[in-house]
Nanobody, 125 residues
Framework: QVQLVESGGGLVQAGGSLRLSCAAS????????MGWYRQAPGTARELVAT???????NYVESVKGRFTISRNNHENTVYLQMSSLEPEDTAVYYC???????????????????WGEGTLVTVSR
């Protein structure tokens, strides 16, 4: 089994910054894509940013130029640096990882998606 543990959420004033972290832990696994999604009250979960194991990043249009996603492959950790935060960024942010899990002694792997429990980001006016 693999676990994703997030940290870094909180309350910040508009225009401020926060940095989210998410670490994947477990055994016999490797991580492909990682990313962040968010869900505001009464809305569907939406993609914020993703990053491949090679470092290629993708962002939703509304955060381009304000948010930066990065990762440390050795530590299986992904980060989201959020700047110029707006009240509209208020949401629960969820970490995501596409994981390859070794399923037998021959080394066969199975792909599985994992999610963190979420961390609340609140941006006040």
């Amino acid at each position: 089994q693999v676990q994703l543990v997030e940290s870094g959420g909180g309350l910040v004033q508009a225009g401020g910054s926060l940095r989210l972290s998410c670490a994947a832990s477990g055994s016999a696994f490797s991580v492909n894509d990682m990313g962040w999604y968010r869900q505001a009250p009464g809305t569907a979960r939406e993609l914020v940013a993703t990053i491949t194991s090679g470092g290629r990043a993708n962002y939703v249009e509304s955060v381009k130029g304000r948010f930066t996603i990065s990762r440390n492959n050795h530590e299986n950790t992904v980060y989201l640096q959020m700047s110029s935060l707006e009240p509209e960024d208020t949401a629960v942010y969820y970490c995501y990882a596409e994981v390859m899990i070794v399923v037998n002694i021959e080394g066969a792997e199975r792909k599985k998606d994992y999610w963190g429990e979420g961390t609340l980001v609140t941006v006040s006016r």
